[in-house]
């Protein structure tokens, strides 16, 4: 249609200002979304309650999915299970021949780390999860790399305590609702975890880069002593996550540390169990300020 | 009386014997689908990349463009404020941008006033990558280079998705004046 060379929209003074005011609306919408979004940008955590609840409400819907999900997978692997049987079968039969010989060297290296623990009288580490449940949601659309959790406050999770798949570590909870949490996955960008070399004490940081991969980032600098195919576990510093936890496996070296990919993918996590804070004390520490610490 | 096509007495909506529309359903349908749009991308586990494009927001400028009229201006505010809920980006962003696609349209739609879907194609092209460039610089991350590479599947995505959703609108269009509401 071509345009009527006119730009009043109708001769009913009513519907004018009716669209007048629609304007000014509109502009006073843009203004009020800016402030909220410096609020935000400056305190993260503003209004963070509305948004648990929010959560909260959509939860049952989409818990639904992800069990459908998650079921329907291995549904999938079932089929290709059988159509692949035979050659499996084979090479299944020869794996287990190497993991027996491996378990034994296994109970001997527990038998002595056993025997090591009791001369330095130290306790068994193993902590039990607060929560487990099922990763039901994330933030898909958005640049931030946010994951839901169907456990929440009434589960006894609690801001800052680390998630844990059986294969490793997932990320940490962020904000919690009463019946959902979220969690800031490692691929965030703003993610950045203390790690060390599985083999050895190289620690690093590992940073989300926002295109999941993960930068390692050497803490030491000098010559670079990571390979390719190294893998790197949660160094237990800064008092969040239990040391030993596997994070990422280097596949490119760059100047300053390497590339990662990250051991668990949250899309493959079945179930996740969140565990309590590694360290409280000496998270306390570390939030101290130094004046008020030297002060006293 | 037999001769007569029953159809005679209805159009596309239903009869129009004792039937009229329902003034909850023609209002309402567009604002709810964009809000359910807007919750959709939360069921796909996405933990590389930001992959699924913003459907709530794809909606909306669906509806905008698609049926000009509906939606009147200000309506970007209280819908990118649910979407803000959601999406995981800081409080306030989608409402700021909702509130300026909505005013961009406008703008556009002056500049340009004839009507065809490759004109609102065009204009959800454009709106489209500005809208995800700046949701990536207000998402209270440090923009850097990886995660503008990251987000260009996103943005073509986008784009090609913007014609199934103009048909979704359309269809929803028409459904959304069915007469079902019976009168007396």
Same mark, same amino acid.
């Given at each position: ?11 009913? =003074? %009513?519907?004018?200002?009716?669209? *007048? ?24 955590? *503003? ?15 989409? =818990? ?35 993991? %027996? $010989? ?33 990763? $039901? ?8 790399? *946010? ?10 999770? =609690? ?57 390692? %980032? ?13 893998? *790197? ?58 004046? %008020?610490?030297?002060?006293? | ?21 329902? @003034? ?7 604002? /709810? ?76 739609? @002056? ?33 850097? /280079? ?10 073509? /995505? ?27």
């Amino acid at each position: 249609m071509a345009p009527t060379g006119q730009r009043r929209s109708s001769y009913s =003074r %009513r519907a004018q200002y009716g669209l *007048f005011t629609g304007y000014i609306a509109a502009g006073a919408g843009a203004l009020v979304g800016a402030i909220l979004l410096g609020l935000s940008l400056w305190q993260p955590q *503003f209004l963070s309650g509305l948004r648990g609840e929010a959560n909260d409400a959509v939860a049952p819907a989409t =818990r639904t999915v992800a069990t459908g999900r998650t079921e329907s997978k291995s549904f999938y692997q079932a089929v290709r299970g059988y159509l692949r049987a035979g050659s499996q079968n084979a090479q299944l039969k020869r794996e287990v021949e190497i993991a %027996r $010989i491996r378990l034994k060297e296994a109970q001997a290296v527990e038998q002595e780390n056993r025997r090591l623990k009791s001369l330095l009288s130290l306790q068994n580490t193993d902590t039990k999860p607060v929560a487990t449940a099922r990763l $039901i949601g994330a933030t898909s659309a958005s640049t931030r790399r *946010f994951a839901y959790l169907g456990a929440g406050a009434e589960d006894g999770v =609690r801001v800052g305590m680390p998630v844990r798949s059986p294969r490793g570590v997932v990320g940490r909870i962020l904000e919690v609702g009463d019946r959902s949490s979220r969690v800031l996955l490692l691929t965030d960008s703003e993610s950045v975890l203390p790690v060390r070399r599985a083999q050895d004490e190289v620690v690093a940081f590992a940073e989300g880069r926002g295109d999941g991969l993960i930068r390692i %980032r050497l803490i030491n600098l000098g010559i670079n002593p990571i390979e390719k195919g190294d893998l *790197f576990v949660t160094s237990g510093a800064g008092g969040y996550y239990q040391p030993g936890i596997a994070v990422a496996i280097a596949t490119e070296i760059t100047d300053d540390g390497a590339l990662a990919r990250i051991v668990t993918d949250p899309a493959a996590a079945d179930f996740v169990s969140v565990l309590p804070i590694f360290e409280p004390a000496a998270l306390r520490g570390s939030r101290t300020p130094i004046e %008020r610490e030297l002060g006293e | 009386m037999e001769r007569m096509n029953p159809r005679s007495r209805s159009d596309a909506y239903g009869s129009r014997i004792n039937r009229s529309h329902s @003034t909850v359903l023609a209002n309402g349908v567009p604002y /709810l689908s964009i809000m359910l749009a807007s919750v959709l991308p939360l069921i796909v586990i996405a933990s590389a990349l930001p992959i699924v494009p913003p459907l709530g927001f794809l909606m909306l400028i669906g509806w905008r463009l698609v049926r000009p009229g509906l939606l009147p201006v200000w309506a970007g505010f209280p819908l990118g404020l649910f979407d803000d809920l959601f999406s995981g980006q800081p409080l306030g962003s989608a409402a700021l941008l909702w509130s300026l696609a909505m005013i961009a349209v406008e703008v556009i739609e @002056t500049r340009f006033p004839w009507r065809s879907f490759a004109q609102d194609w065009f204009t959800a092209g454009l709106i489209l990558p500005v809208y995800l460039l700046a949701a990536m610089l207000f998402s209270g991350g440090e923009p850097s /280079l990886p995660m503008l590479i990251a987000l260009v599947p996103q943005i073509v /995505l986008s784009i090609l998705l913007f014609p199934l959703v103009a048909l979704f609108v359309a269809f929803l269009d028409r459904k959304r004046l069915t007469r079902w509401r019976k009168l007396g």
